[in-house]
T-cell receptor
């Protein structure tokens, strides 16, 4: 069974631009969550989607947004990029919400210059 | 305010010996805990989980112990192998609040041959 797939793996953007990252969950998984990992802040929860609905949101500004499609694939978007948005963005999927293991993809490395 | 703490940034252990990684949490409402291993430039790999209704869970060389009264959990790896060298994260969540896991800052384990 294929794991969580994230694209692109690496990208470089300029301050002020916007970026869209994509995530395909494990087949059959309907819950997708996004995390940001930086050296200073560690792994931080961005948001979670289940059945195309955002269920939870972390403490990130409105520049960070996401969506989920009917096939459970998810995208996250960051607008008006700042240097501090440089991070590893990780997508995780789970078969259900609540008290369940989440499985991570390889991540998308974003560098903002 | 860190809700999940891993007070040892690094740990070195001889191959074949036991590795013990510790994690403390402050929110007594957390009821589901996970451990992940992470290699550089890869996404976290799920190791083992434990629900608050248990105090121990075993999977091969990995055992997680949960002490709810002390708000403490630990991961034991026996025997330790050089391939176990990685950063280990513990994560905690509230069962009814989706996949909003709070991660600790990680402990870098080095298993020396």
């Amino acid at each position: 069974k294929a794991g969580v797939t994230q694209t692109p793996r690496y990208l470089i953007k300029t301050r002020g631009q916007q970026v869209t990252l994509s995530c395909s969950p494990i087949s059959g998984h309907r819950s997708v969550s996004w995390y940001q990992q930086t050296p200073g802040q560690g792994l931080q929860f961005l948001f979670e989607y289940f059945s195309e609905t955002q269920r939870n949101k972390g403490n990130f500004p409105g520049r960070f947004s996401g969506r989920q499609f009917s096939n459970s694939r998810s995208e996250m978007n960051v607008s008006t990029l700042e240097l501090g948005d440089s991070a590893l963005y990780l997508c995780a999927s789970s078969s259900r919400v609540g008290g369940n293991t989440i499985y991570f993809g390889e991540g998308s490395w974003l560098t903002v210059v | 305010d860190q809700q999940v703490k891993q007070n040892s940034p690094s740990l070195s252990v001889q191959e074949g010996r036991i590795s013990i990684l510790n994690c403390d949490y402050t929110n007594s409402m957390f009821d589901y805990f996970l451990w992940y291993k992470k290699y550089p430039a890869e996404g976290p790999t799920f190791l083992i989980s434990i629900s608050s209704i248990k105090d121990k869970n075993e999977d091969g060389r990995f055992t997680v112990f949960l002490n709810k009264s002390a708000k403490h959990l630990s991961l034991h790896i026996v025997p330790s192998q050089p391939g176990d060298s990685a950063v280990y994260f513990c994560a905690a969540s509230l069962n009814n609040y989706g996949q909003n896991f709070v991660f600790g800052p990680g402990t870098r384990l080095s298993v020396l041959p």
